[in-house]
């Protein structure tokens, strides 16, 4: 990170004042909690004088503003946490992302290649080189480079869809060494050596990336690589085919730009089904036949705890409905991934505009009715489905619609989702082992793609002994460490922080009273009900209130690295 004023640069020392300045720009014209910038700051337990130093920080970064000419008022303080004010003339991220959601609004795909080169133009080197925090190098870092490399795939496939196949060839080498499990990049190269005439050489790449996946990874290309190489095979003729709509907010698929600032929300082409999905038959039945209903409200909420499978289920239903919205499925991301809401300006300005024909809005991972209630005033003519934690009782109040409260898969229904993502010889070779990793999962469909994820990255790895493995210590091996949407102890971490202290305190003592008869009883029954409304318990009156053991865990285990933390403390 440097400061430029006028003709001079001055690059920034790793420094806690640096880190600090990092963590802010990182979110630009939003409010960053303060708990957010301890752990970016100071990566572990912070100390007990965390907060002062943290205001100590900030004041060292206002005098250096002022120093270089920058108004002392750019870092704002407000209630919970900071606020860093900036625009396209201050920021190069917020100009890469202005240039990229212009690019997504271009009149054509001229007009588009030219802003989104503009806008890579402007990534110089390895992005926060300088900053110390490892929590803000192993998140945010690969969070820049996945916006970066988006837009570059979208340069390629402009590039290559207006025949500029010689042009493009540099950049799909680099892309293509430097990142060899996005078979996206690799997709591009094997056409473009094939479209110029290299036949040999593009079956060479694509051989060569088949055999990588094989050895690390286990598994095949996926089917764009597959039937790249059947064409090949068979002489096809590989006429330019247009771009596929820009990949910003397209339905099915991640933002582009996950801060919020992104390119307005666009149909994709097709929305794909969720890999190996299981489970939820009724549910989808349900969710479609409301979606799809010629009269009456057509929305729909899916509520529950961090993890239980809401984006997925939303995302399933979306594939199987969107032959009935000719105007497009629409997808748009209210959670940045380390959390935190995308404010309700920033989503408005993402809304689609009003298409021909049906459409779907899908609001995926909303933090209250206060973020949904005014996006729904401008998808009036669209059926919406929305995710959240919460069961937004006020937006279907006021608008109509159902509530989908999900619970953990039944045993069947993880049974299958463990043999339709390691396979299903493998599983039935071992379908005990694979039950009690269902178990140990606490039939999270999260956890259970996590498991997933370790067996298939370890082909000689047994169902039994990663079963036994995750039981030693479930909620902190749960996780798979390039991604942090990935990690149970990631996500309901999140969850827990997010909510009151008093929330947060009531949540672990039930946790931590497990086996004690209800371990509810003599709570506040008001607190108990924000505590469902949160996601992390469930049902409650008349009836008992009761957590999910994957849950119960997390609060036991959280519970005792408090105590541990607290007991080595110096006296």
Request: charge should be neutral.
């Given at each position: 990170?440097?400061?430029?004023?006028?003709?001079e640069?001055?690059?920034?020392?790793?420094?806690?004042?640096?880190?600090?300045?990092a963590?802010?720009?990182?979110?630009?014209?939003?409010?960053?909690?303060?708990?957010?910038?301890?752990?970016?700051?100071?990566?572990?337990?912070?100390?007990?004088?965390?907060?002062?130093?943290?205001?100590?920080?900030?004041?060292?970064?206002?005098?250096l503003?002022?120093?270089?000419?920058?108004?002392?008022?750019?870092?704002?303080?407000?209630?919970?946490?900071y606020?860093?004010h900036?625009?396209?003339?201050?920021?190069?991220?917020v100009?890469f992302?202005?240039?990229?959601?212009?690019?997504?609004?271009?009149?054509?795909?001229?007009?588009?290649?030219?802003?989104?080169?503009?806008?890579?133009?402007?990534?110089?080197?390895?992005?926060?080189?300088?900053?110390?925090s490892?929590?803000?190098?192993?998140?945010?870092?690969?969070?820049?480079?996945?916006?970066?490399?988006?837009?570059?795939e979208?340069?390629?496939?402009?590039?290559?869809a207006?025949?500029?196949?010689?042009?493009?060839?540099?950049d799909?080498?680099?892309?293509?060494?430097?990142?060899?499990?996005?078979?996206?990049?690799?997709?591009?190269l094997?056409?473009?050596?094939?479209?110029?005439?290299?036949?040999?050489?593009?079956?060479a790449?694509?051989?060569?990336?088949?055999?990588?996946?094989?050895?690390?990874?286990?598994?095949?290309?996926?089917?764009?690589?597959?039937?790249?190489?059947?064409?090949?095979?068979?002489?096809?003729?590989?006429?330019?085919?247009?771009?596929?709509?820009?990949?910003?907010?397209?339905?099915?698929?991640?933002?582009?730009?996950?801060?919020?600032?992104?390119a307005?929300?666009?149909?994709?082409?097709?929305?794909?089904?969720?890999?190996?999905?299981?489970?939820?038959?009724?549910?989808?039945?349900?969710?479609?036949?409301?979606?799809?209903?010629?009269?009456?409200?057509?929305?729909?909420?899916?509520?529950?705890?961090?993890?239980?499978?809401?984006?997925?289920?939303?995302?399933?239903?979306?594939?199987?409905?969107?032959?009935?919205?000719?105007?497009?499925?629409f997808?748009?991301?209210?959670?940045?991934?380390?959390?935190?809401?995308?404010a309700?300006?920033?989503?408005?300005?993402?809304?689609?505009?009003?298409?021909?024909?049906?459409?779907?809005?899908?609001?995926?991972g909303?933090?209250?009715?206060?973020q949904?209630?005014?996006?729904?005033?401008?998808?009036?003519?669209a059926?919406?489905?929305?995710?959240?934690?919460?069961?937004?009782?006020?937006?279907?109040?006021?608008?109509?619609?159902?509530?989908?409260?999900?619970?953990?898969?039944?045993?069947?229904?993880?049974y299958?989702?463990?043999?339709?993502?390691?396979?299903?010889?493998?599983?039935a070779?071992?379908p005990?082992?694979?039950?009690?990793?269902?178990?140990?999962?606490?039939?999270?469909?999260?956890?259970?793609?996590i498991?997933?994820?370790?067996?298939?990255t370890?082909?000689?790895?047994?169902?039994?002994?990663?079963?036994?493995?995750?039981?030693?210590?479930?909620?902190?091996?749960?996780?798979?460490?390039?991604d942090?949407?990935l990690s149970?102890?990631?996500?309901l971490?999140?969850?827990?922080?997010?909510?009151?202290?008093?929330?947060?305190?009531?949540?672990?003592?039930?946790?931590?009273?497990?086996?004690?008869?209800?371990?509810?009883?003599?709570?506040?029954?008001s607190?108990?009900?924000?505590l469902?409304?949160?996601?992390?318990?469930?049902?409650g009156?008349p009836g008992?209130?009761?957590?999910?053991?994957?849950?119960?865990?997390?609060a036991?285990?959280?519970?005792?690295?408090?105590?541990?933390?607290?007991?080595?403390?110096?006296?």
């Amino acid at each position: 990170m440097s400061i430029a004023h006028g003709s001079e640069t001055v690059v920034l020392k790793p420094s806690k004042p640096t880190s600090l300045l990092a963590a802010l720009l990182l979110h630009p014209n939003t409010v960053v909690s303060t708990a957010y910038l301890l752990r970016a700051v100071w990566d572990e337990e912070p100390p007990a004088t965390a907060r002062a130093a943290l205001q100590t920080c900030v004041l060292r970064l206002r005098r250096l503003f002022a120093k270089y000419g920058i108004s002392a008022t750019t870092i704002e303080a407000v209630p919970g946490g900071y606020r860093m004010h900036c625009d396209t003339e201050t920021l190069d991220l917020v100009q890469f992302r202005t240039l990229a959601a212009r690019a997504g609004a271009a009149a054509g795909a001229g007009e588009e290649l030219y802003r989104l080169r503009e806008a890579l133009s402007l990534w110089q080197g390895q992005p926060l080189a300088n900053v110390a925090s490892r929590m803000l190098q192993d998140d945010a870092v690969p969070a820049l480079e996945q916006e970066r490399l988006r837009v570059l795939e979208r340069v390629c496939d402009l590039e290559l869809a207006a025949g500029n196949c010689h042009q493009v060839l540099v950049d799909l080498y680099e892309s293509a060494r430097r990142h060899p499990v996005r078979e996206r990049f690799t997709e591009q190269l094997v056409e473009a050596l094939y479209r110029t005439g290299r036949q040999a050489e593009a079956l060479a790449e694509y051989r060569t990336v088949r055999d990588r996946l094989r050895d690390d990874l286990g598994i095949d290309p996926g089917p764009g690589l597959r039937r790249l190489e059947l064409a090949i095979l068979r002489a096809e003729e590989l006429a330019p085919a247009p771009p596929e709509p820009p990949r910003t907010a397209g339905a099915g698929v991640v933002p582009a730009l996950p801060s919020g600032a992104s390119a307005p929300a666009r149909p994709a082409r097709a929305v794909p089904p969720v890999p190996a999905f299981a489970g939820r038959e009724s549910d989808r039945r349900a969710m479609a036949a409301r979606l799809t209903a010629p009269d009456g409200p057509r929305l729909v909420v899916v509520s529950g705890a961090p993890g239980i499978g809401k984006s997925a289920l939303a995302r399933q239903t979306a594939h199987e409905v969107q032959e009935s919205f000719p105007g497009g499925v629409f997808t748009l991301q209210l959670a940045r991934p380390d959390g935190t809401p995308v404010a309700v300006e920033e989503a408005a300005r993402l809304m689609p505009e009003p298409a021909t024909g049906r459409r779907l809005v899908v609001l995926d991972g909303a933090a209250g009715a206060w973020q949904v209630l005014p996006l729904l005033s401008t998808a009036e003519d669209a059926a919406v489905l929305v995710t959240s934690r919460r069961q937004l009782a006020a937006v279907v109040a006021t608008h109509g619609g159902a509530v989908h409260r999900l619970d953990v898969l039944r045993s069947t229904e993880a049974y299958a989702l463990l043999a339709g993502l390691v396979g299903a010889e493998r599983v039935a070779a071992e379908p005990a082992a694979t039950r009690e990793l269902a178990s140990v999962c606490g039939h999270f469909p999260l956890a259970l793609r996590i498991a997933a994820g370790r067996l298939l990255t370890r082909p000689g790895l047994s169902v039994a002994a990663c079963a036994a493995w995750l039981a030693e210590d479930p909620t902190a091996r749960l996780a798979l460490a390039e991604d942090a949407g990935l990690s149970v102890p990631e996500v309901l971490g999140q969850a827990l922080d997010a909510l009151a202290p008093d929330l947060r305190e009531v949540f672990l003592r039930l946790g931590a009273r497990a086996g004690a008869g209800d371990p509810s009883a003599g709570e506040d029954e008001s607190v108990l009900e924000q505590l469902v409304e949160a996601g992390l318990l469930e049902d409650g009156p008349p009836g008992p209130y009761r957590m999910h053991e994957l849950l119960r865990i997390y609060a036991r285990r959280r519970v005792r690295t408090h105590e541990t933390h607290a007991a080595a403390a110096p006296r």
